[in-house]
């Protein structure tokens, strides 16, 4: 009798430092990011999103544009937890109506490939994951370098788009800004120049070109590059509606290449970010040199691209899974 006393309090004694250690003991098996996070729990996982990027890019060739764009403005606001994705709600605008995220697109293709490892692994596999493994896969199909990047992201739970325009540099946004908000998050000069080089591929709107045209041109502007502007960008003041964009690099407007560098120190950059890159003394040596060597502008690329896809994350039992990319899971 004594001694199933003893047994029993024996297991209620250890049942009790159990839970009053679970606490130190999730955070301690919180491993932060890590390569192959879902080995375990959905070792598709991966392969299922390079398939299905490889299928849209088929179909669309833009949605790897709005990959790697995504990367920038999902990570570079606060932290890489898909808030870029909510939709808005009653109670918040969401990032993606913001001024800032003008042109982003794709969004539903995101959701086809959620879908996709939702049949296989549900609930497992977060947005901010899919969102900068799309992002991978994406800088693959437009011909840059395979970027090996950690997972164990979790999703945030609401939008960020009230702070956002601390984090995001504008389109006329001085050098010194730019290096600024990107120094924050560990990227160094190189790596921004290397990032910028992403405005290889995809379009500008007029909207955000016309104040180079009219009333009066930018004279930094290169005047060969001049008539395709205003063929494309025809009034001083576009119809938001109309679909009128000049594309990024008119060379090789589909392949992520160091062509931007030689467009941009030849006067044909299209944001003024992007004229002043190759004028600014602190930038212009890197310039110079991704123009001149393709390997070393991916080999800074993708040293950026890991460090801002791992700026801030949601990891171990902080935030959530969403079910859907575009809204917050219901709390219970
Ligand atoms: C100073 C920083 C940056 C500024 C001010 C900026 C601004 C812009 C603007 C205004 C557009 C045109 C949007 C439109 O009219 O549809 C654009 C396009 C684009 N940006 Fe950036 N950007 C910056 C950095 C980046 C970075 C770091 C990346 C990715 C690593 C990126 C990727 C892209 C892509 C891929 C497009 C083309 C999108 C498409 O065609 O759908 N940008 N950017
Ligand atoms: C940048 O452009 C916006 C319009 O898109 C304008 O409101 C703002 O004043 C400009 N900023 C600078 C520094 O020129």
Known sequence: MSSSWCLFFFLALLSLSTLGFSPALAEEEDPGLVMDFYRDSCPQAEDIIREQVKLLYKRHKNTAFSWLRNIFHDCAVESCDASLLLDTTRRSLSEKDTDRSFGLRNFRYLDTIKEAVERECPEVV??????????????????????????????????????????????????????EKFGAMGIDTSGVVALLGAHSVGRTHCVKLVHRLYPEVDPQLNP???PHMYKKCPDAIPDPKAVQYVRNDRGTPMILDNNYYNNILDNKGLLLVDHQLAHD????????????????????????????????????????????????????
């Open 126 to 179: 977060s947005c901010a994951d899919i969102l900068v493994l799309s992002a991978r896969e994406g800088i693959v199909s437009l011909g840059g370098p395979y970027i090996p990047l950690k997972t164990g992201r979790r999703d945030g739970r609401r939008s960020r788009a009230d702070i956002l325009e601390q984090y995001l540099p504008d389109h006329n946004e001085s050098i010194s800004v730019v290096l």
């Open 281 to 332: 003394k602190r930038t212009r040596p890197f310039v110079k040199k991704m123009a001149k060597s393709q390997d070393y502008f991916f080999k800074e690329f993708s040293r950026a691209i890991t460090l801002l896809s791992e700026n801030n994350p949601l990891t171990g039992s902080k935030g959530e899974i969403r079910k859907q990319c575009n809204v917050a899971n219901k709390q219970h």
């Open 224 to 226: 060969d590059h001049l």
